[in-house]
């Protein structure tokens, strides 16, 4: 099973995923479907099925143009308001697409009808990989735009994390390094941390993808599933491990982005229709 790491839009990403045996693929929230095709041929590989995380246009504006591309194919999600949809997913369902394997697992919070995808291989050596949308991040969770801090919680302690430790978690933004400095305003004698951070600054730095994380790893720096961890309580005055991330989720949404510095030559490149922030990553 190889996953194909592709960076649209401003800070998202969309995923290829093709069985290497018989080219046969799916792609993971295909907002940007000429960009997705291209690769498709130059892998030489199949598009068999959508998979949409949640409804939002950033994750789900190509479906239709997909769909009208190659006829046939399947959109799965849990959410009515996906475009595209033929295929309503319930929590626990199972897909199979030749030898990969998919677990659906309805994570409401981000949206109401949000869903995370776990997937594998039977009898792969290869560690199983969990597409998490904008419910988990690499060092962070999703806003809370239509659902509560309870049901977040219950996604991260319970649905997700009982997964295999070793995990590859492929989430939908590339939001790490913002997300780590508010985990070091959290817990700022936290090593891991700090090694994440600089790490996670250098790929920035790079133009390089800092998904995937793991499972394991998320448990050691994400400040949303540490909340029964003592700095995280003295952190937020709270005891309680949904206070804790409610309290959390609300001083993240007031965390200010830094000021970036603008870059010339992206500018100049704008200006002459030479840019594109489509760069898929290897």
Wanted: glycine content about 6%; hydrophobic content about 35%; proline content about 6%.
């Amino acid at each position: 099973m190889k996953v194909k790491v592709i960076s649209v839009l401003e800070d998202n990403y969309m995923y290829l995923v093709i069985e290497e045996s018989t080219r046969e693929a799916v792609a993971v929230d295909a907002a940007v479907p000429r960009r997705l095709l291209e690769i498709i041929r130059r892998e030489e590989a199949v598009l068999r099925a959508v998979l949409t995380t949640h409804h939002h246009w950033d994750h789900a504006r190509g479906n239709e143009e997909l769909a009208r591309l190659c006829p046939g194919l399947r959109v799965y999600g849990a959410d009515q308001r996906i475009g595209g949809l033929t295929h309503r997913v319930t929590h626990g369902e199972e897909l199979t697409f030749g030898a990969i394997r998919v677990r659906c697992l309805f994570t409401p919070g981000h949206t109401s009808g949000h869903v995370c995808y776990f997937m594998w291989e039977d009898e792969s050596p290869d560690a199983p990989a969990l597409f998490s949308g904008d419910t988990l991040f690499v060092g962070g969770c999703g806003r809370l735009c239509e659902g509560t801090a309870e049901q977040m919680y219950a996604n991260l302690t319970g649905v997700l994390s009982a997964l295999p430790k070793e995990t590859k978690v492929f989430c939908g933004h590339e939001y790490t390094v913002r997300n780590l400095k508010f985990a070091l305003k959290v817990e700022p004698e936290n090593e891991v941390v700090k090694k994440k951070l600089a790490w996670a600054k250098r790929r920035d730095d790079e133009d390089l993808p800092t998904v995937p994380s793991t499972l394991q790893e998320e448990f050691l720096y994400n400040p949303f599933l540490r909340v029964t961890e003592e700095p995280l309580q003295k952190f937020t005055g709270k005891t309680d491990p949904v206070e804790v991330l409610r309290t959390l989720r609300t001083e993240k949404d007031n965390f200010k982005k830094p000021k970036e510095r603008p870059n010339p030559q992206a500018m100049l490149a704008l200006e002459w229709g030479l840019f594109s922030p489509f760069l898929e990553k290897k």
